[in-house]
């Protein structure tokens, strides 16, 4: 089982910021509550913040201080609902994510973060769409203290350095009562590392439990669950057990008949499964995910259900699984079409399984296909697309064989060939020496007076040579002998036929 890794999101201005999408766009702006005896800030925009104002000062004190300020009434059940949406909003990262009111989420990526381009990937595409500060820690108290107060904006802990990374932070780190921070800095604490380098016992004593429960949870010594959002209007389908399950047969039983139930939901939506969440509800009250994915909409449940099956081996079972639930949290209209035939009639072969399971085991960026691109150059002649993505128009000239295998760079050699347009003879590649026996050339490319100054003026004379041990390879002379600005007639091995 991989090692638990969770994002936290930091959003320090989120209920301004919910308020800005509604189109108040003034600033400075506020929003104001009441404390039972006169009305106070509960929220600044970094406008206001500029200006000296700040959560907890009087309202009439800050309407002295800036005149036409803009006020809003603080609403926290709309602002609570608004971060779940935005919780759920973040599925499309990880399968497990929560709110961390007032102003946090939390997304567990754990065996997740590949699909995505890995976590410092996830972490940049994040701050792209949100203002917010965001760091990634093995524990969900780690992530919540480096986001707030660590010293960069985005912030990977690597796995294993949580006790280095929280060290450093301030108490407030530990999401501790005010009354508890203060009490501590009366002794003498202003750090969490020394906090936890002091014996527990008499802590506990003057403090309570908390104290110890929040420096376990942060360093991973307890378990620390996060109750995952799952937006009602997504399809779902869920199981829960009169007895624990605890072994991978009984999961994949289970997988069979609730993608069954998913499948028929969608079928009545016209719609097919692009991504499945399948989470699993331990008895320990901890929720464990799988994220699979899918080159195109779909509803055949084998498929599904043995792409499920295929990442059991990450799940932890614990004490046991009590419930399990299967989510669709992307999904792509589907309707029945005609199958694809051959030339003779019988059904052409479907490899979209076949990509799709690749894909969740390797990666998304790992399986792709080679599609041609207008260019005489060999290095860019070629890119790659999606494995399932449409043929394109341009195609390869079939009268200019290509080496199935390109050199990213060419390598030099050293050749024996009588100017101007002979081939060589011989060839030396790493240390070993070719006699051609047969050849065929030249093929002259020219450069790209696009892409660069004097590019147009540089020429490769190409051949295909087969050694005597029938080897076949693609070489080029780097100018054409004659103007020196063409090339210094070096040779290189670009390719293998």
Known sequence: MPMRRIIALFLPTWPIERLRRFGLDATPLVTATHDGRRRVIAAVDPAA?????????????????????????????????????????CLRYAPLTAADPTDGIWIDITGSAHLQGGETAVLRDLRHHLPLRVAVADTPGAAYAVARYGADDLTVVPAGATQTALAGLPLEALRLPPE??????????????????????????????????????????????????????????????????????????VIVRLAATLCAELEKAGRGARRLDLLFERVDGSVQALRIGTARATRDIRHLARMLDERLERVDPGLG????????????????????????????????????????????????????????????????????????????????????????????????????????VAFTWRRVRHRVRRADGPERIAGEWWKRDGELRSVRDYFRVEDEDGHRYWLFRRG????????DMRWFLHGFF
């Open 49 to 89: 913040a500029a200006l000296g104002l700040h959560a907890g000062m009087a309202l009439a004190q800050a309407q002295a201080r800036v005149p036409g300020l803009t006020i809003h009434d603080a609403t926290p059940g709309a602002d609570a609902d608004a971060l779940h949406r935005l919780a759920a909003w």
């Open 180 to 253: 508890t921070i203060r009490g501590l800095r009366l002794l003498g604490f202003d750090t969490i590392g020394r906090l936890a380098a002091t014996p527990r016992a008499p802590l506990v004593r003057r403090f309570g439990p908390l104290l110890a429960t929040r420096l376990d949870q942060a360093f991973g010594s307890v378990f620390e669950p996060i109750v995952p959002v799952v937006p009602p209007d997504l399809p779902r389908a869920r199981l829960a057990f009169a007895e624990p399950l605890l072994t991978a047969e009984s999961f994949s039983a």
């Open 321 to 424: 699984v009590e419930a399990m639930t299967l989510v669709a949290p992307l999904s792509d209209p589907l309707a029945y079409a005609q199958a694809p035939l051959t030339e003779t009639g019988a059904p052409a072969p479907d490899i979209a399984p076949l990509v799709d399971r690749l894909t969740n085991r390797l990666g998304p960026g790992r399986v792709y296909r080679i599609a041609p691109v207008e260019s005489d150059v060999p290095e860019r002649s070629a890119r790659r697309v999606p494995a399932l993505a449409p043929p394109v128009r341009t195609a390869w000239p079939a009268d200019l064989p290509r080496p199935v295998r390109l050199l990213d760079p060419p390598q030099p050699v050293e050749a024996m060939a009588l100017l101007p347009d002979h081939p060589p």
């Open 480 to 487: 054409d002998g004659d103007d020196p600005v063409t090339g």
